[in-house]
Nanobody, 124 residues
Framework: QVQLVESGGGLVQAGGSLRLSCAAS????????MGWFRQAPGKEREFVAT????????YYADSVKGRFAISRDNAKATLYLQMNSLKPEDTAVYYC?????????????????WGQGTQVTVSS
């Protein structure tokens, strides 16, 4: 049974930082492209960042570029998202997702497995 479990969310003031983690089990983690998505109330789920299997390539949404950093530790089967200079508009539920294969993707429908999400709230 595949499980992706996010943690690290919380309440932070604007300008602050948070580090999200996503622990994976039940799948060969190193063979999956991984991604982070987020969904704010009343909005569609949107792409945040993605990372290739070997961490050689990362890609970010324009809204988080330069502030967020995605990384992974294949030995620990864990995905990370370091979020700096947080803004109120970053408030959302953040989800990690896995995609079988070697190519990156930004569409939610292209990912196979999803975590349950972790809430990030940024106060102004």
């Amino acid at each position: 049974q595949v499980q992706l479990v996010e943690s690290g969310g919380g309440l932070v003031q604007a300008g602050g930082s948070l580090r999200l983690s996503c622990a994976a089990s039940g799948l060969p983690f190193s063979l999956y492209v991984m991604g982070w998505f987020r969904q704010a109330p009343g909005k569609e789920r949107e792409f945040v960042a993605t990372i290739t299997r070997s961490s050689s390539v990362t890609y970010y949404a324009d809204s988080v570029k330069g502030r967020f950093a995605i990384s992974r530790d294949n030995a620990k089967a864990t995905l990370y998202l370091q979020m700096n200079s947080l803004k109120p508009e970053d408030t959302a539920v953040y989800y990690c997702a896995s995609r079988w294969g070697s190519t990156q993707a930004m569409g939610a429908h292209e990912y196979n497995y999803w975590g349950q999400g972790t809430q990030v709230t940024v106060s102004s």
